[in-house]
């Protein structure tokens, strides 16, 4: 039985999209991508280190796996997110997507996304960890098969641009389980879903 | 001079009307985190309230007079001098307020003139939108309650790009956590509007 932990970085407002780079994700003509980077620093990277230790496998949508897939094998060398992600077991939850799927250690997970996690659940002894991926979040939220989110809340508001939780989003209780504060003003929440 | 503060509860995703207590609604309240708003709401001159937070506030606050758990809050709440910002409502008015008349921004840079201390804003629609955007706010507190709501509208619709410093952040057994912001200096080169 695996856990399912979201690490989605939003700005205040709830925006998740584009936050690593401006071409990151230019859907429905968002321009502001890059909104994270000032707020990547130590603190950061060692709290999102600690999901991406040795057992974990990463758990991705189709937009989110094909940017992954694009970028991080083509950073510059030696790159430890690279190395990481590379090597890690990847789930793709697609309806498009056919294999063999190129990018090393991924596995298409065909079907219903939602049916497909809660077996893989059941069957995984290693955390899910899901970036990005606000398709599947939502489909997962509402069969009630995330367990936690990581939430670096960084210090602006854009007023534009796809949130985590949109409009649609059903409510769900959650515990905080931890608060850090970063030297950038980000404020890194843990919240655990409440059953 | 004074300080402008907005100050809100809202949800995890920005939800902030209707704030019912759970398990109803999505408000968690403890006794720590409504000890440490009362001392801000005491330490405070005044409110500043757009009409429809205020028809709501002062419709509901002076009944809560001699609820045991809300007496001190609800004294505070309806013995604060309030100033409410209306182009229909007309003096005199209820519930100790002052009608803040003419051109927003003149009006309001009167009030932190007169005031020394803090000016409390609470709501989330056309008022403080505007005081955001005009660059009358010196800070901003939310108190954030561990929940996602359905939305409807959301504390940020309307207000544009805004760079921010967080400036304190505070975290309650509850889960509650109350974030402190000041807008944020314009960066070097950057081309937002703040």
Redesign the interface.
Known sequence: MSKVVAIEQLT???VMQGPGRPDEDRRDGFD?GGWAAAGNDPAMQQILGRHMSSSWSLLVGRTTYEDFASFWPNQPQPNPFTEILNHVEKFVASTTLTEPLLWHNSRLLKGDAADAVAELKEAHDKNLVIFGSGVLVQSL?RRGLIDEFV?PIH?????KGR?????S????????AE?V?TAT???I?T?RVRR | MGRLVINNAMTVNGAFEAPAPEPDGWLTLDADSSQVSLEQFLVADAMVLGRKTYEGLAAVWPKLADEPTLGAFADRMNSMPKYVASRTLREPLEWNATLLEGDLAQSVTALKDRHDRTLVAVGAGELTQALTTLGLVDEFWFWVSPSLWPAGPRIFDGVGPVRLALIGSTTFDSGVVRLAYRPAPAREGATDDQ
Do not use: E, H, W
């Open positions: 205040l407002d709830g502001d939220l939430l210090p602006l508001v854009l007023g949130r985590l939780f949109p409009d989003s059903p409510p769900v209780k959650l515990q905080l608060s504060t003003g980000v404020i929440a919240y």
